[in-house]
């Protein structure tokens, strides 16, 4: 019995996997067999006419798309490139289309940084360059992932993509950002990282340019580009990451139009060259998967020839599909004929039409197309997880090239004036200056449009007596033909005032455009920010405060500085701004559920307008406002002010040795009228276990008058105005100033209290700056639950286990409302947030 429970097992794994393996079998057996099937019934003229990918666009007006429709109807074309598409219009184009063929129609994209390359409406990923700079590969390989699940919900089966040129020549017109950089190894592993990752979400990546389009100054657009190197540079420098993606398995390789004289002496574009198709390709790097050609219809090789004849060299050379072509119907009977003439074997043919068919088969899509479901489009390829994959790449990738004295991040901001400055750019100018402003009062000048020299002046003007500015540069142009968008006479204007001021230059372009800006060691610190997105604003703007270190590294040499330079700086120093799905979170759902709450009570009349944040791991994932209020507006707070007033300058006079808070309040109460807090201790009265109108009442009961009694003690024993004390020792230090205290008085808003509670979970310091000992912050956190509510329904919750905060505040002004009037707002969005986050 014993020899036989221990064999069960393996006799019913191998039972197991011999059945699988002959489903696999007769799958794959039944699958040829169709296959043959369809081509025993394409007649010659269908068959080449399989192995042609023409283009196409949303509009029907198009002289593509109505040309893409006809040859679909009367040529049987196998496959389509979308262009430039309204994305609806372009998802119902593409059915469109597919209703029209015999054979479903395999449906590819150029789109490098994900199908807003071709399609509007759609979030954009980062160009390959800006991936470069990451210091390791996950994020590319997520990105694939991510790109392919795109392309599927748009029936896409191929993605040409990766570029695994190396970008070796700065001056390269064509090829620059879309290239992972200059370092083969860097190019080589994140090649394969975006390779697999659509690979293993279901769909074919395309390696290209083959041999290697990096290291020329011409366009093949627009001309033949001229590779004059020798074989063996060729082979240890350009053709380095094609054979590790051939190694990997990549399904498909498209082959550029290069003029190489080591490779194929005659000048033919590779393209179109056996010696380096057939020869080079698949002979020598032995690679078995399909081969394309590039855009037949670019000048690199359609000068070359009549371009009716171009598709046949293309497939002679060695090429299995054929992309873009021109004057298709004439091309498909230039082709039909050498069959004729036995220029092109049958057997040839129906090898690569195999390979077509192969194709969509494996897609899942040979017999029946995908239709595609226009319902939620725009909300399936705007999902929010991809949002947060972009903001992860561009907080890991922004580069810090250089940093003068260890300028950023900026720490210590109590007494500094800090200026802003955008050029060009008005809408990312502001958007930058929203981010900067989470952190701070800045003085911000956004240079709209067609500024002057004049008007640039005045701004450098304004800034000049600020002890911290930050320039930034939006408008820019990554080609280094128009000079990177620089404007030299500008440049000598910002480095001029940067000489001997701690000034910041973020750039926001191609950093090979660094020596093409004269003089920029004159900046202190300079952030390269890659391209004028959003998320990179966010991500310069957390480097420059230290919500987040840089990470990223020059994926190119730029003047002086070699690819792969570096300079790091700190993080987690403030708070983060990000999403919910940066910790795997359905947003979506939590945001549905805060919203309902809060705008149930708008609409019954409770309060007019109200601000929430959601934090957790020092990161706040929702900053939203609603009704009357805006995120950067300021609420009357009363209760709660007492947390991050009374409550912490208590803690920290106690912490300075200036009082105890086991003195009686009667030491430092000495007014007339004062005997009655004789003996009431000074942790009573700010636990609230004694209102001090009625001491003899030991029992928790708010009471403002107990925080008018602790703003005399402070005055008494500081000699300071008590609002002047906690501005200058608390509010500047952390950045809240959007905080005002006056007498009873007290505004504030959700991100500085964020603030707040993140002083207090960092265990005493913020922005690299210790203002208070453990011991104080555990002592303010024991108490705060004292002063974390309001009867407006107002709250401020804090879980340091969970370490999850909560801040709730409403323009509702509770100094007259008692507890029977109590709202329960704040009660009922914490009680949902901890059920919504739980086991996080």
């Known amino acids: 019995m014993k020899i036989f429970i221990v064999k069960f097992p393996f006799l019913l794994l191998l039972f197991i996997n011999l059945t699988l393996t002959a489903q696999s079998t007769a799958n794959t057996i039944n699958g040829q067999r169709k296959i043959d099937e369809i081509i025993s019934k394409l007649t010659v003229r269908e068959k080449i006419a399989q192995l042609f990918i023409v283009s196409f666009s949303s509009d029907p007006k198009n002289k593509s798309t109505i040309e893409a429709e006809e040859l679909i109807k009367k040529e049987g074309v196998g496959g389509l490139i979308i262009m430039n598409s309204g994305l609806t219009a372009g998802a119902n184009m593409i059915n469109r289309l597919q209703s029209h063929s015999k054979i479903p129609l395999l449906v590819t994209i150029d789109g490098e940084w994900g199908v807003a390359m071709r399609f509007d409406s759609v979030i954009q990923f980062p160009r390959q360059m ?100 020798s074989k063996e540079r060729i082979n240890s420098l350009e053709l380095y990451p094609f054979r590790a993606l051939i190694e990997a398995g990549v399904d498909m390789v498209m082959v550029g139009h290069l003029q190489i004289p080591s490779l194929d002496s005659s000048g033919t574009p590779s393209s179109i060259s056996k010696p380096i198709v057939t020869g080079l390709l698949r002979g020598e790097l032995e690679y078995e998967g399909i081969i394309i050609s590039d855009a037949l219809n670019m000048k690199g090789v359609s000068e070359y020839m009549s371009p009716e004849l171009i598709p046949l060299e293309a497939y002679k050379a060695g090429c299995d599909f054929i992309l873009m072509p021109e004057r298709v119907t004439e091309a498909i009977t230039v082709m039909e004929k050498a069959v004729e003439r036995g220029e092109i074997s049958i057997h040839s043919l129906n090898m690569r039409v195999r390979k077509m068919l192969s194709v969509k088969m494996k897609q899942g899509i040979l017999e029946n197309y995908y239709k595609i479901p226009i319902k939620n489009l725009h909300e399936d390829l705007n999902d929010p997880n991809y949002l947060s994959l972009v903001s992860s790449i561009s907080d890991k990738s922004v580069t810090v090239v250089n940093n003068r004295g260890n300028l950023i991040p900026l720490k210590e901001i109590k007494r500094e004036k800090i200026g802003y400055l955008s050029v060009g750019g008005e809408r990312n100018g502001k958007e930058l200056a929203a981010q900067l402003q989470l952190y701070t009062n800045i003085d911000t000048v956004v240079l709209r449009g067609k500024y002057t020299q004049a008007d640039l002046k005045r701004a450098l003007t304004h800034l000049s007596d600020k002890s911290f500015v930050i320039i930034a540069m939006h408008n820019t142009d990554a080609r280094p033909q128009r000079e990177f968008g620089i404007d030299s006479t500008q440049i000598k204007l910002l480095t001029d005032f940067a000489e001997n001021k701690r000034v910041v230059f973020a750039y926001f372009g191609n950093p090979l455009a660094l020596p093409h800006i004269q003089k920029y060691e004159n900046f202190a610190s300079v952030i390269i920010g890659y391209s004028n997105t959003i998320h990179n604003n966010k991500a310069v703007a957390g480097v420059i405060f230290g919500s987040i270190g840089a990470e990223g590294r020059l994926p190119v040499t730029s003047g002086t500085l070699s690819a792969g330079h570096a300079v790091k700086t700190e993080g987690d120093l403030r708070i983060s701004y990000g999403m919910p799905e940066d910790l795997k979170l359905d947003g979506n759902r939590i945001k549905t559920e805060i919203d309902s709450i809060i705008n149930s009570d708008i609409s019954a009349g409770r309060y007019n307008g109200a601000q929430l944040i959601l934090m957790k791991n020092n990161r706040v994932l929702i900053n939203d406002s609603y009704g009357s209020l805006t995120n950067d507006m300021t609420v009357r707070i009363n209760r709660i002010s007492g947390m991050i007033a009374h409550l912490p300058t208590m803690a920290l006079l106690a912490e300075r040795g200036k009082l105890s808070l086991e003195d009686f309040a009667g030491k430092y109460l000495k007014r007339r009228g004062d005997t009655h807090l004789k003996n009431v201790l000074l942790s009573d009265i700010l636990m609230h276990r004694t209102d001090i109108s009625d001491p003899d009442s030991y029992k928790f009961r708010y009471s403002e008058s107990n925080k008018e009694a602790l703003r005399r003690v402070v005055e008494y024993v500081t000699l300071h105005h008590f609002e002047d004390w906690v501005k200058d020792e608390i509010l500047s230090v952390i950045g809240m100033d959007r905080t005002y205290i006056k007498g009873d008085i007290a505004y504030s808003n959700a991100n500085d209290i964020a603030k707040f509670i993140s002083f207090l979970r960092s265990k005493g310091e913020y922005g690299g700056f210790k203002l208070a000992e453990n011991n104080t912050t555990s002592l303010i956190l024991s108490m705060m639950h004292y002063y974390s509510g309001s009867t407006n329904g107002s709250v401020v919750w804090y879980d340091d286990k969970s370490d999850i905060a909560l801040i709730f505040l409403n323009d509702k002004d509770d100094l007259k409302m008692d507890e029977s009037q109590k709202i329960n707002t704040g009660d009922n969005l914490r009680r949902r947030v901890t059920e919504l986050l739980s086991g996080i």
């Open 130 to 229: 800006q991936l470069g700079a990451l210091s390791d590969d996950s994020l590319v390989y997520q990105m694939g992932t991510a790109i392919a699940k795109q392309s599927k919900r748009l029936g896409i089966d191929v993605n040409y993509a990766p570029t695994i040129d190396i970008n070796s020549n700065p001056r390269n017109p064509v090829i620059n950002t879309r290239s992972f950089g200059e370092i083969p190894e860097v190019v080589t592993k994140y090649g394969k990282a975006y390779m697999l990752g659509m690979k293993d979400a279901g769909v074919l990546g395309s390696a290209k340019h083959f041999p290697g389009h990096g290291d020329t100054e011409d366009d093949s657009h627009h001309t033949l580009p001229l590779l004059n190197f």
